[in-house]
């Protein structure tokens, strides 16, 4: 026998050093698989025709406290982070198949103090049907006696619609957390309804 073994993620990330006003950028190139504990089989390795540029933008800030992306944004719904180097689980989570991943997209985020928030205009069309782009997501993070909470809210044009909550913390010396989303359908994608007898 002989051991099955697959790159899961090859990723070159470059950014500029982020300051407290200014210009500044992240940007990947590579290939991410993101297996999940549904999808956990991974088949194949990275081949070199299929690296891509999975995400990348431009953060402007004008002020220290405002910052502004724009370009392949990574979404903020959820816990879990796509590459398996930088995600705390073996495998991605069963709720991170039914969340965006990363997409086109402006993203304005203010801090408040002990709390952030955010809005953001995109072009996903992962929660869409029909394929269809577009939606906007607003949300609020932060901590609170050591507890650390996020909340957000994604309308989708013609698709899912998404809030996403995720709370988090240490218990003995251990983190836990918790991803929980409550999805709708809008009615221009749901399935009619069959008549009854």
């Known amino acids: 026998d002989t051991e099955d073994r697959h790159l899961t993620d090859f990723v070159l990330e470059l950014s500029a050093a982020p300051a407290a006003t200014g210009v500044c950028f992240t940007a990947a190139v590579g290939q991410l698989k993101t297996p999940t504990v549904i999808n956990g089989g991974i088949t194949g390795t990275v081949p070199a025709d299929n690296i891509t540029m999975p995400y990348g933008w431009v ?10 992306d724009g370009g392949r944004l990574a979404t903020k719904l959820g816990y879990e982070a796509a590459a398996t180097y930088a995600n705390q689980n073996i495998l991605l989570g069963g709720v991170w198949n039914s ?3 990363f997409y086109e997209g402006l993203r304005a985020t203010y801090n408040f103090g002990s709390v952030t928030g955010f809005v953001e205009a995109n072009d996903d069309a992962s929660t869409s049907p029909k394929g269809e782009g577009g939606s906007y997501v607003v949300g609020v993070s ?18 899912r619609n998404i809030i996403d909550i995720v709370v988090s913390g240490e218990i003995a010396g251990t983190t836990v957390a918790a991803n929980l989303d409550y999805q709708t359908l809008d009615n221009a994608v749901k399935v009619p309804e069959i008549g009854r007898a």
């Open 99 to 101: 969340q965006p991943l």
């Open 142 to 159: 932060g901590t609170v006696s050591g507890v650390n909470y996020a909340v957000a809210y994604s309308d989708a044009s013609n698709g």
């Open 59 to 68: 953060t402007v800030k004008p002020m220290d406290a405002l910052s502004i």
